[in-house]
C-alpha cells in the first residue's frame, strides 16, 4: 500500500507538492520511488532556473533506468535540496520529506488547487492499477 | 503486456512468492529485483551470500570419441587440457574471428563434455554447433530444459551448500565441479559462478528446483539481516560489472574479437589443431588491436550508460558497452571500447550523458577483487 499523505497535493506523474505560501516544495510520491527502485542519483536544477507546467526539472536514476521529474506548476526555482545526491537512498526511505528535491516560487498559486487530493490521487493510482 | 508468451524457469512462483518485479529478459519472465532492492541484494552477495536462478541457462552435451576434437574445433580455449572434473571458460567463435557466443566447457570424461551458454543465445548456439557437424563421431543434445541451474555465491556460499551435500566441497577447487546430493538431489556442483564471489552452481532436474532453492533460502537464514537474499537480474549485473566480467551482447558480439574483449587468455592460437575464425584472430594479433575494451570510473556526478558514446580530445571515438553504478565500491564504473591508444589506465575520457559531457577515467580492471 502507497503512502499518500493528506496534506498534500498530487499529480499523475507521481509528484507531490506541499504549498506554503506561494512557494511549493515538490518530490516524488512513495508510489514512484517504489517503482523506480534504490535511487543513486538525483540530477537537478538550480536556484533562478525557470519552469512551465509540466516541464521536466531533472531527473531520477536507479541502478537499471533514468526517469524525469517534472514540475506541475510553473514557477522559478528558489532553492535546491543540495545534500540529497549524498544519500540519495532518502528519495526512497523517506520520500515526502528528507526526499524533497526543490522549491519553486509559484507563478500562479491556482495551479496547485487544480492537483489532486490525496484521495483523488488513491483513486488514480488504484484505476491505474 | 501479457506474461504468457514468455518462457518461464521452473521457479518462477517462487519469485513471485519472494516479491520478485517480474521482467521479460530476452523472452523469459525474470525477476529483476526482489523486496530488499539491488543495492541490498549486491551488498548482501559481498558480504554473506546471494541465490541466483540461473535455469534460463543452456546446456548442450557433446558425446562420443570425436566430443574434444569437435569442441576444440569449435572454440578458442584447449579442451585437450582439461580433465575430468575441470571446466573453462571459452568462446565459440565464427570465420571472422568473432564471437558466436561466450560459455563454459565441462569435462565429464574424455568423450563426455557438457556446454553451458547464455540463455539469450541457446538457439543460435545449438544450431551454429550443429551445422558445424562435420563427420565426428559425436551426439549432440540440447538438454537446456532437462536442467535447472541456481547459483549460490558469497562468503557464506561454501557453508551453505555443503550443509546440504554429502561432497567434501574443500576438494571441489575454483572452476572444478563434480556430481553428488545436494539435500538428497542428484546434482551436478562447480565451484564457479558470474559474481567474483567464492560459490557453487548447481544443476538438477527442472522438479527439483523449488525444494533446493527454499532449501538453500532456509539453510542459508533468510530474512535474517546477515541472511541470504535471492538476487535479481539487476544486482546480477552490477555483481558481474564490478568484477569486470564481460556479457554476451554487451562486451562480446558476432563482430567483436575476444581479443579487443580483452579475452586474450582464453584464446590458445598454439593449441593443436585449427579452430574457427583462427587465422584471422591470429591475424588480428599480429597486426595490433586498433580497439580495446577498457574500464572505467566517472569522475564527475552521473551515470554512464551502455550504448553512450566516449570522446577524447574532443573527437568521438568509442562507445560504453555495459555503465551502471557500483553499489559495493560506491562508484559509477563501466566499460568502454576505446581506440587502443587510449585504452590505457589513467587515460582521460569523456562521455556523453544525454546530452551532458562528463569527465572519467580509464581504470584497472577487475575493478572489485575479492579478498581470499
Redesign the interface.
Known amino acids: 500500500m502507497s503512502n499518500i499523505p493528506e496534506n498534500l497535493r498530487y499529480s499523475k506523474d507521481h509528484e507531490w507538492i506541499e504549498v506554503d505560501g506561494d512557494i511549493a516544495t515538490i518530490g516524488i510520491t512513495d508510489y514512484a520511488q517504489h517503482a523506480l527502485?534504490?535511487v543513486?542519483?538525483i540530477?537537478m536544477p538550480r536556484a533562478g532556473d525557470k519552469f512551465t507546467t509540466h516541464e521536466a526539472f531533472g531527473?531520477v536514476?536507479?541502478?537499471?533506468a533514468?526517469s524525469e521529474v517534472f514540475t506541475p506548476i510553473a514557477g522559478e526555482v528558489t532553492e535546491v535540496n543540495d545534500g540529497l545526491?549524498d544519500t540519495p537512498e532518502k528519495v526512497?526511505n523517506d520520500p515526502y520529506d528528507g526526499g524533497w528535491m526543490i522549491k519553486l516560487k509559484m507563478d500562479n498559486p491556482l495551479e496547485a488547487d487544480a492537483m489532486l487530493s490525496a484521495i483523488e490521487y488513491e483513486e488514480f493510482l488504484a484505476a491505474s492499477a | 503486456m501479457s506474461d504468457e508468451n514468455l518462457k518461464k524457469t521452473p521457479l518462477n512462483e517462487a519469485h513471485r512468492r519472494l516479491g520478485g518485479?517480474m521482467v521479460d529478459f530476452g523472452g523469459w519472465d525474470m525477476p529483476?529485483?526482489y523486496t530488499a532492492?539491488?543495492?541490498?541484494e549486491h551488498m548482501r552477495c559481498r558480504t554473506r551470500a546471494g541465490l541466483f536462478d540461473v535455469s534460463h541457462m543452456g546446456e548442450i552435451w557433446v558425446d562420443g570419441h570425436g566430443a574434444v576434437a569437435f569442441v576444440n574445433r569449435l572454440t578458442t580455449n584447449d579442451v585437450t587440457k582439461l580433465v575430468n572434473g575441470q571446466a573453462h571458460y571459452s568462446a565459440l567463435t565464427n570465420e571472422q574471428g568473432g564471437v558466436v557466443d561466450d560459455l563454459l566447457v565441462y569435462r565429464f570424461g574424455l568423450d563426455k563434455l557438457l556446454l553451458v551458454v547464455n540463455a539469450g543465445t541457446t538457439d543460435k548456439d545449438w544450431d551454429w554447433i550443429t551445422s558445424h557437424k562435420n563427420g565426428e563421431d559425436i551426439a549432440l543434445t540440447n538438454a537446456s530444459a532437462d536442467y535447472c541451474q541456481i547459483a549460490v555465491q558469497g562468503p557464506d556460499a561454501t557453508g551453505i551448500v555443503q550443509k546440504l551435500s554429502d561432497v567434501d566441497l574443500s576438494d571441489v577447487k575454483y572452476y572444478h565441479f563434480t556430481t553428488g546430493r545436494v539435500d538428497g538431489v542428484e546434482s551436478i556442483i562447480s565451484r564457479t559462478g558470474y559474481t567474483g564471489e567464492d560459490g557453487f552452481e548447481v544443476y538438477a532436474k527442472p522438479e527439483f528446483a523449488e525444494q533446493l532453492w527454499d532449501k538453500f533460502l532456509e539453510v542459508g537464514r533468510y530474512g535474517e539481516d546477515d541472511g541470504i537474499l535471492p538476487c535479481g537480474l539487476?544486482a546480477r549485473n552490477?555483481l558481474r560489472l564490478e568484477s569486470a566480467m564481460s556479457l554476451y551482447g554487451h562486451e562480446l558480439a558476432d563482430d567483436i574479437s575476444p581479443l579487443e574483449a580483452g579475452l586474450g587468455w582464453i584464446v590458445k592460437l598454439d593449441k593443436d589443431g585449427d579452430f574457427i575464425g583462427r587465422d584471422k584472430i591470429a591475424a588480428l594479433k599480429e597486426k595490433g588491436l586498433t580497439r580495446k575494451l577498457a574500464g572505467f570510473e566517472m569522475r564527475e556526478?552521473?551515470?554512464a550508460?551502455d550504448g553512450f558514446e566516449v570522446s577524447v580530445n574532443g573527437e568521438k571515438c568509442g562507445v560504453v558497452t555495459s555503465g551502471?553504478?557500483a553499489?559495493f565500491l560506491k562508484k559509477?564504473i563501466g566499460l568502454a571500447f576505446l581506440p587502443v591508444e587510449f585504452a590505457k589506465v589513467g587515460q582521460e575520457i569523456t562521455i556523453d550523458v544525454?546530452g551532458k559531457h562528463l569527465k572519467a577515467e580509464v581504470v584497472p580492471t577487475p575493478f572489485y577483487k575479492r579478498q581470499k
Open positions: 527502485g534504490d543513486v542519483y540530477d531527473s536514476e536507479s541502478v537499471k533514468v545526491n526512497n | 518485479k529483476v529485483q532492492g539491488v543495492i541490498e539487476a552490477t556526478p552521473g551515470i550508460r551502471s553504478p553499489p559509477n544525454r
